[in-house]
């Protein structure tokens, strides 16, 4: 392969794990396209990137979501995720404390209900796109819960966070496009000011209004990082956990007696859960930038360069993951990286966790079959998030009375 992969063309889309193998087979450091990034495709190199945020900064990430022609400030190119040490943990710490188990045990216990009339509704049904149905509605609930957003705007959110992830630092080629992402920030900004000020006069509670008493040594934050933070939960909240839950359904549609074997034994399901995430990674990759010139795994990489470090790769590494294109539900190895590593893990990974096993328990529970209903699936266009757009399904019911298959029992 001599010329250079374009990570945001259809080809790739629509089987990247062949693509990355190739490109592993180059080597740990290659340079693809858009823009000549540099892709890091190992796992020990992955891992030593996302660590030194002195020498990758998360700046790199920052240009997909600001980048100089898009004429406009975007809140969310200004919370915690695009930020470096030291400013970066201050903000973090603000919203740990909505992440702990306790906290989560409470949502788990309401989410339940929520997640069974899911169940139930694309029972009735039995042909839905199941990201519509399922897949979507269930992290966009919790997200709604914890902003205290109104779940009736659950399409809206979607919506507005897809237009996000597909920004990827490349400038649309017509008007329309640029146009469609300056009226999606119009529209989230002017819904997050309702919010803002409805919990100004009468707060709740919810984290939009444990943000507005936070105070920064003794100085409450301004309305700029309030907003940068709710972009932020929003955006990485909900599209992340929406690609999750869709994949898992995918492997259904490839290992059906998967399905049988979670009903029989469901304390596999958090096993079944982290195998989907490194088969097929919600976040696809991140992106950092050279800070100085350095040299990563023998390739000189000049101050300034974009690396792309392919978390989708490193989770196929042969050294670690042998026979990684295969589903294996027992598989060990070493931490997974799907939640990120280092200063920026992932804030939400024990939430989108709970989700998925609570989704999972009920959906397991209720249903025999999942069958995917079209030959060809739509990917999201983005470098850094990847799931599929609809996902048409059938769904069958057991029979009732029906015994398990001889192999399970
Ligand atoms: C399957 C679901 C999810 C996946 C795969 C995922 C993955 C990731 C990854 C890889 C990062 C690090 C990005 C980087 O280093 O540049 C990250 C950061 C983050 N995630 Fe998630 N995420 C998921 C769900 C969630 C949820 C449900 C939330 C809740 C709001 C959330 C909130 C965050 C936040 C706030 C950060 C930024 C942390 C920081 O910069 O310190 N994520 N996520």
């Given at each position: 392969?001599?010329?250079?992969?374009?990570?945001?063309?259809?080809?790739?889309?629509?089987?990247?794990?062949?693509?990355?193998?190739?490109?592993?087979?180059?080597?740990?450091?290659?340079?693809?396209?858009?823009?000549?990034?540099?892709?890091?495709?190992?796992?020990?190199?992955?891992?030593?990137?996302?660590?030194?945020?002195?020498?990758?900064?998360?700046?790199?990430?920052?240009?997909?979501?600001?980048?100089?022609?898009?004429?406009?400030?975007?809140?969310?190119?200004?919370?915690?995720?695009?930020?470096?040490?030291?400013?970066?943990?201050?903000?973090?710490?603000?919203?740990?404390?909505?992440?702990?188990?306790?906290?989560?045990?409470?949502?788990?216990?309401?989410?339940?209900?929520?997640?069974?009339?899911?169940?139930?509704?694309?029972?009735?049904?039995?042909?839905?796109?199941?990201?519509?149905?399922?897949?979507?509605?269930?992290?966009?609930?919790?997200?709604?819960?914890?902003?205290?957003?109104?779940?009736?705007?659950?399409?809206?959110?979607?919506?507005?966070?897809?237009?996000?992830?597909?920004?990827?630092?490349?400038?649309?080629?017509?008007?329309?496009?640029?146009?469609?992402?300056?009226?999606?920030?119009?529209?989230?900004?002017?819904?997050?000011?309702?919010?803002?000020?409805?919990?100004?006069?009468?707060?709740?509670?919810?984290?939009?209004?444990?943000?507005?008493?936070?105070?920064?040594?003794?100085?409450?934050?301004?309305?700029?990082?309030?907003?940068?933070?709710?972009?932020?939960?929003?955006?990485?909240?909900?599209?992340?956990?929406?690609?999750?839950?869709?994949?898992?359904?995918?492997?259904?549609?490839?290992?059906?007696?998967?399905?049988?074997?979670?009903?029989?034994?469901?304390?596999?399901i958090p096993r079944f859960v982290e195998e989907t995430l490194r088969y097929e990674p919600s976040v696809m990759s991140t992106l950092r930038l050279c800070t100085q010139d350095v040299t990563l795994a023998g390739v000189e990489l000049p101050q300034g360069a974009l690396v792309l470090v392919s978390l989708a790769s490193a989770a196929r590494d042969e050294k670690y993951f042998p026979d990684?294109?295969?589903?294996?539900?027992?598989?060990?190895?070493?931490?997974?990286?799907?939640?990120?590593?280092?200063?920026?893990?992932?804030?939400?990974?024990?939430?989108?966790?709970?989700?998925?096993?609570?989704?999972?328990?009920?959906?397991?529970?209720?249903?025999?079959?999942?069958?995917?209903?079209?030959?060809?699936?739509?990917?999201?266009?983005?470098?850094?998030?990847?799931?599929?757009?609809?996902?048409?399904?059938?769904?069958?019911?057991?029979?009732?009375?029906?015994?398990?298959?001889?192999?399970?029992?």
């Amino acid at each position: 392969m001599d010329t250079r992969l374009d990570l945001l063309s259809r080809e790739y889309l629509e089987s990247p794990h062949a693509h990355l193998a190739e490109l592993r087979r180059r080597g740990p450091v290659v340079q693809v396209d858009p823009g000549g990034m540099w892709l890091v495709t190992r796992y020990d190199e992955a891992q030593q990137v996302l660590k030194s945020a002195s020498l990758f900064s998360s700046q790199g990430l920052r240009l997909t979501a600001q980048p100089p022609w898009l004429q406009r400030v975007n809140p969310f190119a200004d919370s915690l995720l695009f930020l470096d040490p030291p400013q970066h943990g201050r903000l973090r710490a603000l919203i740990s404390r909505a992440f702990t188990p306790a906290a989560l045990a409470q949502l788990e216990a309401r989410l339940r209900g929520v997640v069974r009339r899911h169940v139930a509704d694309m029972m009735d049904k039995k042909h839905v796109d199941f990201v519509d149905a399922f897949a979507m509605p269930i992290p966009a609930t919790v997200m709604g819960w914890l902003l205290g957003l109104d779940a009736s705007l659950q399409q809206h959110f979607m919506r507005w966070t897809h237009v996000l992830v597909t920004m990827n630092g490349v400038q649309p080629e017509g008007a329309v496009e640029m146009e469609r992402q300056h009226r999606t920030l119009d529209e989230m900004e002017r819904y997050f000011q309702g919010v803002l000020d409805e919990r100004r006069s009468a707060p709740r509670d919810d984290m939009v209004s444990d943000l507005l008493r936070a105070r920064m040594d003794g100085v409450a934050l301004t309305h700029h990082e309030l907003m940068s933070f709710l972009f932020l939960l929003l955006v990485a909240g909900l599209e992340t956990t929406v690609n999750l839950l869709s994949q898992c359904a995918r492997v259904f549609f490839q290992h059906p007696e998967l399905l049988l074997r979670l009903r029989k034994d469901p304390t596999l399901i958090p096993r079944f859960v982290e195998e989907t995430l490194r088969y097929e990674p919600s976040v696809m990759s991140t992106l950092r930038l050279c800070t100085q010139d350095v040299t990563l795994a023998g390739v000189e990489l000049p101050q300034g360069a974009l690396v792309l470090v392919s978390l989708a790769s490193a989770a196929r590494d042969e050294k670690y993951f042998p026979d990684g294109d295969r589903f294996i539900l027992e598989r060990e190895g070493p931490p997974r990286l799907s939640f990120g590593h280092g200063a920026h893990y992932c804030l939400g990974a024990m939430l989108s966790r709970m989700e998925a096993r609570v989704a999972l328990e009920e959906l397991v529970s209720r249903v025999e079959r999942l069958e995917l209903r079209t030959e060809h699936i739509d990917w999201t266009t983005s470098l850094i998030v990847r799931g599929p757009v609809t996902l048409p399904v059938e769904v069958f019911a057991p029979a009732t009375g029906q015994p398990l298959p001889a192999r399970l029992a």
